[in-house]
């Protein structure tokens, strides 16, 4: 039996424990992993840890009903994070806390905890990736643990792994990408005709941008996104402030127009290149030509694009974004654990 400790149960807590109950049975049956939820902790919703392993099914009824994991009428309740993860027994942590690309959050402490304790660490958390990636891969190595991150960027649709694992062989030269669903929407439904405001309006509306939509129209949830990529992709040591960054807050329907009438479309692009032999990056609005896979790219969808020794251009499109989405990217990576 796999034990697992979820810290945060916040959207993505959540999807992961939605989607666990739907398909615990399915990975026994198709991979041989016996996935057990030990323990919860999050900020807001509770705290709960059963050694024998959480019913997923009471747990997600009774939380819907009381907004709590403590609604759960067995286990030890009351724990904080910390507590959790040295005391809960559980093989796999899985890291789902908020992000902060300052200070790497309190994910940051909680992996370092985990990973010193050689548990294996799951996260979706952008900050502790985008930080400390170095240092929590050699402490995890060094602990005979495992450090997998492929929901932080694109969430479910394979990004970090397509390029650790299946391009394995290919050199990285580079990567271009739409990684940030908001933004995309927000382009998109300019070139319907809409402007910034109302369309921002809109994504808000749609629970697609937060109230506070910085993180997203500025460019720093790319930011980190990108960071995190070209420093496990291609070898690079880049922080945050090392990234060039312009937001969209900036783009007129005007600009929109020209774009149209020269057959392109104005995307926010994340990028990494080498230069004189460094690992450079950046994000910001670009004009696509439309003979480009990413100028096709709508919505709240995500693609990258690899440039590689080997295959050339390698182009991957998918959700992006979301709590059952972000599940699947943990639930991947779990199995890869396990494996």
């Known amino acids: 039996m796999t034990k697992i400790a979820l810290i945060g149960f916040g959207v993505v807590g959540q999807g992961f424990a939605r989607v666990l109950s739907q398909k615990q049975q399915e990975l026994k049956e198709k991979y041989g992993l016996d996935a057990q939820l030990v323990a919860i902790s999050g900020r807001s919703k509770g705290s709960l840890m059963v050694e024998e392993g959480i019913d997923l099914g ?59 304790l050689g548990k294996h660490v799951i996260t979706c958390n952008k900050g502790p990736a985008a930080l400390a990636y170095s240092e929590l891969k050699e402490l995890a190595d060094a602990n005979g643990a495992k450090f997998r991150i492929e929901s932080t960027v694109m969430a479910g649709t394979p990004a970090v792994n397509l390029g650790k694992e299946a391009l394995a062989g290919n050199k990285i030269l580079g990567f271009k990408g739409i990684i940030n669903g908001t933004t995309n929407f927000i382009l998109t439904k300019m070139g319907e005709g809409g402007d910034y405001d109302a369309t921002l309006k809109e994504a808000q509306e749609l629970g697609y941008a937060e109230a506070d939509p910085a993180g997203d129209v500025e460019g720093w949830d790319a930011v980190g996104k990108v960071v995190i990529l070209a420093n496990t992709l291609m070898g690079a040591n880049l922080k945050p ?99």
Request: aromatic share 4%; no cysteine; glycine share 12%.
């Open 58 to 116: 009471s747990l997600l009824t009774s939380f819907d009903k009381y907004g709590t994991v403590e609604s759960y009428p067995t286990g030890t309740k009351g724990l904080d994070s910390i507590q959790t993860i040295k005391e809960s027994g559980a093989d796999v942590v899985i890291e789902v806390t908020g992000t902060n690309l300052e200070t790497g959050g309190a994910g940051l402490p909680h992996i370092r905890e985990a990973l010193g």
């Open 241 to 339: 402030t090392d990234v060039e960054r312009e937001g969209i807050t900036g783009i007129t329907p005007v600009m929109v127009e020209e774009a149209k009438k020269e057959g392109m479309k104005i995307k926010l692009i994340a990028r990494a290149y080498l230069e004189d032999g460094a690992v450079k990056a950046k994000v910001s609005p670009e004009s696509m030509l439309l003979t480009d896979p990413l100028a096709n790219v709508n919505n709240t969808m995500n693609a990258l694009t690899f440039t590689t020794d080997g295959l050339h251009e390698v182009t991957v499109i998918g959700r992006g974004a979301g709590g059952v989405e972000t599940a699947h990217g943990i639930i991947s990576d779990l199995i890869a654990i396990y494996r």
